[in-house]
């Protein structure tokens, strides 16, 4: 036989009937009575002729007392039945399989992938492992993640071992791991407009500020150099502090003892300021650098962000750089 729901109670056949009378009352304090309708009533008050309106009948009905006492009488209150608790387990269950299906569904699959992941760079040898770390370390130069590259390539803050790898991958370790250090401490404004911020300072508190603000930050250039009569390296680019000349002074770079020559080379270089501050003749605003942090840019994403050169000279002067770093 079908189920049907039980009642936890003993209808009275001697239940009150509700709704199928009325009592309102009028603003003038007369009530009226009488019988619902299937329509709404507007009646006249007898004492102040005002309208007073009726309710209708309740569209769904009041149930018969023949067929509320049809109802089963010998439930209980608070009675379960067998039925009962297997649709309940059932519930759970189907709920409980929901949950399951959606657990593999969309977080299994990730999780196995990480797994799996680590489980692959456990089976790299450590040669494998750190070309795998440079590898990610380029891609992220190339994207302008320099901060994530140094990351990628340090070790905590703890030295690297690079013995596993060999004599010419250990150089282009120390190239990237170069340009990403000097890439993440750029300058924050154009040399230009600290040099007029220097001109508008005293001398004084414009050393206090330099050491405070610029030093050791990095500056990129995209320039030509070229040998001057001395035998030193001199850079083509015009630097103005405000309306008077200013020179860079990039002679004493390390990194320049590569370039092979007299010039002009165009390259793209970066190194961290030593000083900037008026010396004669003159006086003249000079920048000078610290001798060893000089880079040349060779990471190809990383030099198309500060070159304005087109692809294909831009891959030329890459290629040149890349010559005298092997």
């Not at 990730?110 to 760079?121: C, H, T, V």
Request: glycine share 8%; hydrophobic share 40%.
């Amino acid at each position: 036989m079908p189920w049907r729901m039980r009642l936890p109670w003993r209808p009275s056949s001697s239940r009150h009937e509700p709704g199928l009378s009325y009592q309102v009352t009028c603003t003038c304090g007369t009530k009226l009575t009488g019988k619902r309708q299937a329509s709404h009533l507007i009646l006249s008050c007898p004492k102040c002729e005002s309208p007073v309106f009726v309710f209708p009948r309740s569209p769904w009905g009041q149930p018969s007392s023949g067929a509320l006492a049809a109802q089963p009488t010998n439930a209980t209150p608070g009675s379960f039945h067998a039925r009962d608790w297997l649709m309940m387990v059932a519930a759970a269950l189907v709920a409980l399989g929901v949950l399951v299906l959606a657990y593999r569904w969309f977080v299994s699959p990730s999780s196995l992938l990480e797994r799996k992941a680590d489980r692959s760079a456990k089976e790299l040898s450590p040669r494998e492992a750190l070309l795998a770390r440079h590898a990610r370390a380029e891609k992220l130069l190339a994207d302008g993640s320099f901060r994530l590259a140094i990351e990628e390539l340090s070790a905590g803050g703890e030295k690297v071992d690079l013995t596993p790898l060999s004599g010419s991958e250990r150089p282009q370790w120390d190239q990237t791991q170069r340009q990403a250090a000097l890439l993440a401490d750029l300058i924050a404004e154009p040399l230009e407009d600290v040099l007029i911020h220097a001109a508008g300072t005293r001398e004084l508190e414009w050393l206090v500020e330099f050491d405070k603000r610029y030093k050791d930050k990095s500056v990129i250039f995209d320039a030509e150099i070229q040998r001057g009569p001395k035998g030193g390296w001199q850079i083509r680019y015009p630097l103005m502090a405000g309306r008077d000349r200013a020179r860079l002074a990039m002679d004493n770079l390390a990194v320049l003892k590569l370039v092979p020559g007299l010039g002009p080379e165009r390259l793209l270089i970066g190194a961290r300021l030593a000083s900037i501050q008026l010396e004669p003749p003159g006086p003249t605003w000079v920048v000078r650098f610290q001798g060893e942090s000089g880079v040349l840019l060779t990471n190809p994403g990383a030099a198309r962000l500060f070159s304005p050169a087109d692809d294909k000279e831009l891959v030329k002067t890459l290629q040149r750089m890349a010559s005298w770093l092997d």
